[in-house]
């Protein structure tokens, strides 16, 4: 292929020649086929969606019963919109190479414009309104009743285009507040039970050294908290530290973390409190402060060599977290008490197997760490968290089962939704090589799963 054809678009044009205008024309083309696109495919799911209604007792005593029916249905979209039978999403997600929970998001915000956002739905299917700002509308109110979130469709008529994110979200609250009429004390209520403090490891590609940490909780604590880290990065400052006041605020953390470990916190136990208890709470508090942080890292053992002995820092990888230089691994050893555990070699699996349903520990790491996140195409949920399931179902050996079913390569990490899609939506695969899992599912959807990515392959 020639520069000239690589630069050209599907009709010929010659983009490395095009003017400033033709360029723009060209760029205002591409985004109108984009977004006929992304309508016709929300078109798509909403059509998917209701030819997958929930089957009555009735319906499916006169015929045979379907898989997706031995599962309860899921109400994807918000009230008004109809319920869908189990695992409609997966595929959905095969067939468009995405994620279930994207697949399953694109089919609420299909059934929540055509139920409960009908205004917007025309608006988007004229292209008057992007696809992504309506799906944001879709979104943003599908906790709303459907009164609320027509009440939002009505006073949104014609604006969403025009109307800045923040605009719209400040419109779907006040439709919150006058029409589904919940009282304030209610909503402060039920906003107690959402507080929460969260860690979140950022992209891979960002490195696994920097997290970040997200706190819902009173307002008043948290403010408190926050003129407290301000005060102690200020503090850093005084002392000599030379880093921005934002890079101090979070050092300042680490800080209040180390003084807080420190604290004897029975002195808030009350007067009658006696001796014993006291030591027991003591105790307690002491067991959760030592507290192991434990971290999976993958290195070779030339980087670690090179590393170790003064040569240039070499490059590991931390599950959840993504590469991190061994430098840093070494400054985190430096700050907390640091166990080694010998990592399973993966590479060649043992022939070992056991007669037992559950694997045991050192065979569980090792199917873990072969598979690192759940094997149905395009889902990431952490293996860790995942059931160990037999790609083959197990037989108990005491009703006639052979032995040895239970080994590494038996076994494969599955989320509790997916180990649900096998068993009763449809779905079954089959082990082709270490890693390397061939799933077939409803319409003769087929896809592999390899070590480096999920593909959709042509079916018939």
């Known amino acids: 292929m020639t520069s000239t054809q690589q630069d050209s678009d599907p009709e010929g044009v010659d983009l490395a020649d095009a003017s400033v205008r033709g360029l723009l024309e060209q760029a205002a083309e591409c985004e109108s086929v ?3 696109a992304a309508v016709h495919q929300l078109r798509v799911a909403y059509e998917w969606a209701i030819s997958h209604p929930v089957l009555d007792a009735a319906e499916t005593a006169r015929g045979p019963v379907l898989p997706s029916v031995l599962e309860a249905p899921e109400t994807l979209g918000g009230a008004g919109t109809p319920a869908v039978a189990a695992f409609t999403a997966e595929p959905l997600a095969v067939a468009c190479g995405i994620a279930p929970t994207a697949a ?4 609420a915000d299909a059934l929540d414009l055509h139920h409960r956002l009908p205004v917007l739905w025309q608006q988007t299917q004229a292209e008057l309104v992007a696809v992504w700002k309506a799906r944001r509308v879709a979104f943003r109110t599908r906790d709303l009743s459907l009164d609320a979130a027509l009440w939002v469709d009505r006073h949104t008529a014609g604006r969403v285009g025009s109307l800045s994110l923040g605009a719209l979200d400040r419109l779907i609250a006040e439709a919150a507040a006058r029409v589904d009429g919940e009282d304030l004390a209610e909503k402060e209520k039920r906003g107690r039970s959402e507080w929460d403090v969260k860690l979140k490891h950022r992209d891979p590609s960002q490195g696994g050294a920097t997290s970040e940490i997200h706190a819902i909780g ?7 908290f926050h003129d407290i880290v301000c005060a102690e990065a200020e503090a850093l400052g005084s002392l ?5 006041f934002e890079v101090r605020k979070a050092k300042a953390l680490g800080v209040i973390a180390d003084a807080q470990a420190r604290l004897d916190l029975t002195s808030l136990l009350g007067a009658d409190t006696s001796g014993d208890d006291r030591a027991a709470v003591r105790r307690r508090l002491i067991e959760r402060r ?10 070779s053992l030339a980087d ?15 599950e959840g977290l993504g590469p991190v230089t061994l430098d840093q691994i070494k400054e985190w050893a430096g700050r907390s008490r640091l166990s080694i555990q010998p990592v399973l070699h993966v590479a060649s699996e043992d022939t070992w197997s056991v007669d037992r349903h559950d694997p045991p520990p050192r065979m569980a790491e090792q199917a873990v760490l072969r598979d690192p996140t759940c094997v149905f195409p395009w889902c990431s949920h952490p293996s860790r968290h995942a059931d160990l399931d037999h790609i083959e179902p197990y037989e108990d050996p005491d009703e006639g089962g052979p032995p040895g079913q239970t080994n590494s390569a038996a076994l494969a990490p599955l989320c509790r939704r997916h180990h649900r ?5 449809g779905w079954s695969y089959q082990r082709t090589a270490p890693g390397t899992y061939l799933w077939t599912g409803p319409a003769g959807l087929t896809a592999i799963v390899t070590p480096t990515g999920t593909i959709t392959l042509p079916s018939g």
Do not use: F, Q
């Open 34 to 36: 984009l977004r006929e």
């Open 104 to 107: 399953t998001a694109l089919l």
């Open 218 to 224: 009173d307002t008043l604590d948290l403010t408190r």
């Open 240 to 244: 000599g530290d030379g880093d921005t």
């Open 290 to 299: 030592d507290a192991k942080v434990r971290l999976y890292l993958h290195a």
């Open 304 to 318: 670690v060599a090179a590393g170790w002995s003064g040569g240039p820092g070499g490059v590991g990888t931390v």
């Open 421 to 425: 899609a096998k068993t009763a939506g």
